[in-house]
């Protein structure tokens, strides 16, 4: 997934800017290498902290990731900049299911894999009688666990799915209302050095201004609600056709039966994200968090 993703960088490069000549540099972060739980390797900065610092030594000049990777408690790595943010991709999660058997007609007890507390707490929310049996690795080892029958079903990114070239696995996306969308989701940014002007005038170049301003506001939410990768938050902006921003989010107990749920729309991404912090906090927001915090490190 992570070179499909370079690959398009260095594709909208060429197309953008032909004098530019632009060299793949892959790395496997402990992120990717540590197939245990996620909260034990200290959260998302997992897949990011090995290249923020190839980054910094100057090993590299450009970085892409996924936003959804990106921990959302804290600022960019200081001396880098997320100089663009890409067009998004469908941001919707989808269910897989090898006979095709839509999520709303599978019997009870289906095993479903997933590690996402998102996913979790939304499953618990309208699938309360679906078994949800933890996962890792990256999506082709996903799907590989499916055919060999690990799982009955599981569920993933159309986005990501999209880019390994498997989105022919789907049974069908889940409606952003019903399943609500990863702070960031189906969103690719572009991280440089702060004093390195020229890349940071290229990045920003291939950036997507509706891009920028819905991933400010999900991440200001995210921010404010110190959000970790083990929060149960859940949110989407969608910019209206009037040119104000809609967002939606949401705050779920892990156990799916404690709700906060804000929508409110803006011009401002920040004021925006803000007003929806201040709203969930309002319905106690804080208190679910601190409830999901407590049974990650119990689990
Ligand atoms: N959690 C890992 C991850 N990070 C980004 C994507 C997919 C692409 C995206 O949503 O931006 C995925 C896979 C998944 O959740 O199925």
Redesign the pocket.
């Known amino acids: ?1 992570a070179l499909a993703q370079v690959d398009r960088v260095k594709a909208m490069l060429a197309a953008g800017h032909p004098g530019v000549r632009a060299e793949v540099l892959s790395m496997t972060t402990s992120g990717d290498r540590w197939q245990g739980s996620l909260s034990a390797l200290g959260g998302k900065g997992a897949f990011t902290k090995e290249v923020d610092a190839a980054l910094l030594a100057g090993e590299v000049d450009l970085v892409v990731h ?4 990106v921990p959302g408690d804290r600022p960019a790595p200081a001396g880098t900049v997320m100089a663009g943010y890409l067009a998004r991709d469908d941001v919707r999660d989808a269910w897989l299911h090898p006979a095709g058997v839509p999520i709303d007609q599978v019997p009870p007890g289906t095993v479903v894999g997933t590690s ?1 507390v998102r996913r979790i707490a939304q499953i618990g929310l309208h699938w309360p009688h679906l078994n949800v049996k933890p996962i890792r690795g990256n ?1 082709n080892r996903r799907l590989a666990k499916l055919d060999a029958g690990e799982y009955d079903a599981l569920l ?2 159309v ?2 799915l999209d880019r390994i070239g498997e989105a022919d696995r789907i049974t069908h996306p889940l409606d952003v209302d019903t399943m609500v969308p ?1 702070v ?4 690719l940014v572009l991280q440089c050095r702060e004093d390195d002007v020229a890349v940071r005038e290229l990045a920003a170049s291939l950036g997507d201004a509706r891009a920028w301003a819905e991933t400010t506001a999900e991440r200001t939410m995210l921010h404010i609600l110190q959000g970790s990768c083990h929060s149960p938050i859940a949110a989407l902006a969608r910019t209206e056709p009037d040119g104000r921003i809609g967002l939606r989010a949401r705050v779920i107990s892990p156990d799916g039966k404690t709700v906060a749920d804000a929508h409110e729309w803006e011009r401002d991404p920040v004021l925006l994200g803000t007003a929806v912090a201040v709203s969930l906090m309002r319905q106690g927001a804080r208190e679910i968090l601190a409830e999901a915090e407590r049974a990650s490190s119990t689990a």
């Not at 996924?66 to 990777?69: G, L, P």
């Not at 960031?184 to 969103?187: M, R, S, V």
């Open positions: 997934m996924c936003v959804k990777d996402a999506a993933l990114a986005s990501g990863a960031g989701a189906g969103t």
